[in-house]
């Protein structure tokens, strides 16, 4: 019997700046120079803090650390595409992310070095903090954005999240009410070909991750994440149509995870040097550079004061960190809860006997006095 077709569906992928320098003229978006010196001097930077924080933790200086080398342009470009008053809410790996939005890099070590004060933004910010627990903000994010739907200034919530994160169930539920109630979201999908050690090919049968969208009336876009230019008109017109009450869209950015997942993982064990060399011949910040010098917008003189200026800043960013003096470790019960449960009070009880003990045993010195909302 001949079926009617009721629905059909295509996805396409979006590449505007090919890994040799070379442009598609067509779909070049139109950008004034400072934006695309933007784009490039931050994914610079944030490249240059991501090597210092890798060194850092082999040091014993910061915490675990999720490097994003490789991932600069799916990390700095879509937060360009934001105004200050929108939403960032953001993975673990959003370091670039945040860095575009303008805070400094010492809140991503207060994070990683384990101090609860990384999440103390300046006064009208309105970044959410790094999300541990893989999914747990997606929707969230769909609740920022209909807040927004609601106050009608025009803002939109932006998240991004995983190839591997993709698959968990938070992304359909926060698809369902976002499309449903035509949401001002947008949903990047930083797709780094892995989670930990599973491979994109395992988390989903679909030849796309973008094409997921369609299931939840939400625009899907492929993208080519190492492409600045093709990312910043991919995720600037998801912005356009959010604010002009269009829906939520659904973003892949197909990217690379050069490193390993974090300082306590061994990416050697379970893929091979010649997949991680095929991907830096795709990196997304030499492809920059070269167009910009095709422009003639960049020179040899630029890049050398970038990487002397670029050092200099992350070092007063480590600086910074590393002289803010140690936190009260009981402010890690602070600002969690309106009513603490009963066990959370004795925990915290225990530990403010023994933190007395150690001070009068001398183990620990000066502690700052607890700060936060103890309930
Ligand atoms: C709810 C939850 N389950 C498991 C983990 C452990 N975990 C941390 S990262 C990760 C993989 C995430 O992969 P992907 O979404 O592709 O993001 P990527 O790390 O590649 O940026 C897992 C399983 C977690 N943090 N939270
Ligand atoms: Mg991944």
Redesign the pocket.
């Known amino acids: 019997m001949p079926l009617r077709t009721v629905h059909e569906a295509k996805t396409e992928r979006l590449e505007i700046l090919a890994a040799d320098g070379t442009v598609d003229k067509e779909l070049e978006p139109k950008l004034p120079q400072e934006k695309l010196l933007e784009m490039y001097r931050k994914m610079f930077e944030i490249r240059v803090f991501d090597e210092r924080a890798f060194r850092l933790q082999r040091q014993g200086r910061l915490g675990t650390y ?1 490097q994003i080398l490789g991932q600069e342009a799916s990390q700095i470009v879509p937060a360009l595409c934001l105004k200050p008053k929108d939403w960032l809410v953001p ?1 673990y ?1 959003g370091q670039g992310a945040y860095f575009a939005r303008g805070m400094k890099l010492r809140y991503s070590l207060l994070y990683w070095g384990g101090d609860d004060r990384h999440a103390r933004f300046p006064d009208g910010n309105n970044d959410m903090t790094f999300a ?4 747990s903000h997606l929707t969230q994010a769909a609740g920022l954005a209909w807040a927004c739907k609601l106050q009608k200034q025009g803002r939109v919530a932006l998240t991004c ?5 993709s698959s968990k169930g938070d992304l359909h539920e926060a698809l369902t009410f976002a499309g449903q109630f035509k949401l001002p979201a947008i949903y990047v999908i ?1 797709n ?1 070909q ?3 050690s599973v491979p994109r090919e395992r988390q989903a049968r679909t030849a796309t991750l973008a094409q997921k969208a369609d299931g939840y009336g939400a625009f899907g876009l492929q993208v080519d994440g190492n492409d600045a230019l093709a990312v910043y008109r991919a995720v600037s017109e998801a912005v356009a149509r959010a604010r002009a009450g269009d829906g939520p869209s659904l973003l892949e950015l197909e990217t690379y ?1 050069l490193g390993h ?1 974090t300082t306590a993982d061994d990416a050697t064990r379970y893929r091979s040097e010649a997949e991680v060399e095929a991907w830096r011949q795709k990196d997304p910040i030499a492809r920059m550079r070269k167009y910009l010098e095709s422009k003639k917008l960049w020179d040899e003189d630029q890049e050398a004061r970038l990487k002397r200026e670029a050092e200099e800043m992350v070092q007063g960013e480590l600086d910074a960190y590393e002289s803010t003096p140690a936190p009260n470790p009981l402010n890690m019960f602070a600002n969690n809860y309106a009513t603490a449960p009963w066990f959370l009070v004795e925990e915290r009880q225990e530990l403010e006997r023994l933190l007395k003990l150690k001070q009068a045993q001398q183990e620990v010195v000066e502690l700052p006095p607890a700060e936060g909302r103890f309930p």
């Open positions: 999720p993975t790996r541990v627990p893989v999914g999240l995983g190839d591997g994160t930083e780094n892995w989670a930990i995870r997942h």
